[in-house]
């Protein structure tokens, strides 16, 4: 997957409820502006290396490079960590429901 391929994956991935909003119309194809729930503007540039942050209000993320999306967004943004955690709670639920209902009406062996 190309660069820019990238990014129109994490759009449609990560857009809202996870952010206020994800921008890739920029002039450059690996760079975007993210705005975080806490509507912090966070300006993304991807690369090779990985998630490199250009601009924000968070002096502690300027220049600092992750190596996925959701590294970034979890250490900038508190709402994002929050959904992350609830969507995937609810995704070990479904699966822990649909084992027990897949054992409904069996003996399971306890030993």
């Known amino acids: 997957m190309s660069l820019s391929e990238d990014l ?27 705005v975080t729930l806490e509507d ?20 502690e993320l300027r220049g600092r490079t992750f190596e996925t999306p959701e590294a970034l967004l979890m250490r900038a943004s508190q709402g994002f960590a929050r959904v992350w955690n609830q969507r995937l709670w609810d995704k070990l639920e479904e699966a822990r429901v649909s084992v027990r209902s897949s054992f409904d009406g069996e003996e399971v062996d306890g030993a």
């Open 8 to 34: 129109v994956a994490f759009k449609s991935e990560y857009g809202p409820p996870f952010t206020n909003s994800i921008d890739t119309s920029s002039d450059s194809q690996s760079s975007v502006l993210i």
């Open 40 to 59: 912090q503007t966070l300006a993304v540039t991807l690369s090779a290396a990985g998630w490199t942050v250009d601009r924000s209000s968070d002096q």
